[in-house]
């Protein structure tokens, strides 16, 4: 993984919405779990942070296998999903019943230790931003988030 950004990287605008399932692809619905709600898509991380890293681009194919299983971001650390292409199903843990589709130039902020995992059914490129506070030691690159550990 790197520790630069890609050079697609196209910053979501605050307060852009994720979209339903519904509105993201005409005719179809969700058929297993909830639907994915028309939710407010946060690209405002808390003031103070520093900027660690951003990880690789990685798409429906290529991903760490973590991402796909409940996982949290480190203590002190706050991670920014950003989609570049396409859209992705974002899910909260404690609340799975409000799972929200991120389209491109979307993003979801992600506090620290708040378990949560991605929905990959479609085309996709999104890449991970890792902030810490300023006051918190910075974990080591690939353990920002349990998804990245490769143990």
């Known amino acids: 993984m790197s520790t630069g ?4 990287y196209s910053p979501s605008s605050p307060g852009r919405l994720a979209r339903s399932e519904a509105e993201s692809k005409p005719g179809s619905t969700r058929t297993t779990g909830p639907s994915p709600r028309l939710a407010p898509v946060t690209a405002a991380l808390p003031t103070g942070l520093e900027h660690v890293r951003t990880t690789d681009v990685f798409d429906e194919h290529h ?13 002190g650390v706050w991670a920014r999903l ?3 292409r396409g ?65």
């Open 87 to 151: 859209e992705l199903t974002f899910v909260f843990e404690d609340d799975a019943e409000h799972p929200m589709v991120v389209a491109a130039e979307g993003s979801v902020v992600i506090p620290p230790g708040r378990l949560h995992h991605v929905e990959l059914g479609r085309p996709v490129r999104f890449a991970l931003e890792f902030h810490r506070e300023r006051t918190a030691d910075a974990p080591a690159a690939g353990r920002e988030s349990t998804a990245l550990d490769p143990s």
């Open 5 to 8: 950004g890609s050079s697609d």
């Open 63 to 75: 991903h760490p296998a973590g991402l796909l299983r409940a996982h949290r971001v480190a203590d």
């Open 82 to 84: 950003v989609v570049h």
